[in-house]
């Protein structure tokens, strides 16, 4: 069954460093997502993506966040200059118009240090 | 904007008995409503989800929700969980069905299973 593909599993940064997530989302679906999950929390919207430009961004998607569809295949989140606050469980998701159903892949777990 | 509410942090149920997990939304129209799973170290896996028409809707591992208009409810059950069950449950909004639309969860629900 397709899957939506995410690493690394772990990333470890400091302090305002850069960081680049990295999607694999499912191959014929067109609509691509980001959420995160601060520990203990609930998962929340940062940022959706069609047609090569943002659709909608939280208020969570300031300057400091932002995405690219490099080539055909890759969904990425940069965060340019990481805070501890950023800490979080990152999930990318995918969906096709016809099922309208978001698949999440096992998400991208970021300690800033 | 749309809300979602589950009221209960943690539930603990023995395993072989019957589970419902609360699920409560907020939105002013007919709301598309989903109920994901979360395994220990895993991402987020699709129980079901209800878009339109029978209100009863069947999903994965023997799950079932119904959407209660009435009440604003969308609860999920099982007549019998296993132990593999343990995991965390969130509910989800959406408010569109163009494929293009955010999804808000709420804060989920850590259900344990004793022996």
């Known amino acids: 069954e397709p899957e939506v593909t995410q690493t690394p599993s772990h990333q470890v940064t400091q302090m305002g460093q850069e960081v680049i997530l990295r999607c694999v989302p499912i191959?014929?679906?067109?609509?691509f997502y980001w959420y995160r999950q601060i520990l203990g929390q609930k998962v929340e919207f940062l940022v959706s993506f069609y047609n090569n430009e943002i659709s909608e961004k939280s208020e969570i998607f300031d300057d400091q966040f932002s995405v690219e569809r490099p080539d055909g295949s890759n969904f990425t989140l940069k965060i340019r200059s990481t805070k501890l606050e950023d800490s979080a469980m990152y999930f990318c998701a995918s969906s096709d118009r016809a099922k309208n159903i978001q698949y999440f892949g096992a998400g991208t777990r970021l300690s800033v240090l | 904007a749309q809300s979602v509410t589950q009221p209960d942090i943690h539930i603990t149920v023995s395993e072989g008995a019957s589970l419902e997990l609360r699920c409560n939304y907020s939105y002013g129209a007919t709301p598309y409503l989903f109920w994901y799973v979360q395994s220990p170290g895993q991402g987020l896996q699709l129980l079901l989800k209800?878009?339109?028409?029978?209100?009863l809707v069947q999903g994965i591992k023997g799950f079932e929700a119904e959407f209660k208009r009435s009440q604003s409810s969308f609860n999920l059950r099982k007549p019998s969980v296993h132990w593999s069950d343990a995991a965390e449950y969130f509910c989800a909004v959406g408010i569109s069905n163009f494929g293009n639309e955010k999804l808000t969860f709420g804060t989920g629900t850590r259900l344990t299973i004793i022996p």
């Open positions: 209800y878009f339109s028409g029978d209100t």
């Open positions: 191959s014929n679906h067109l609509y």
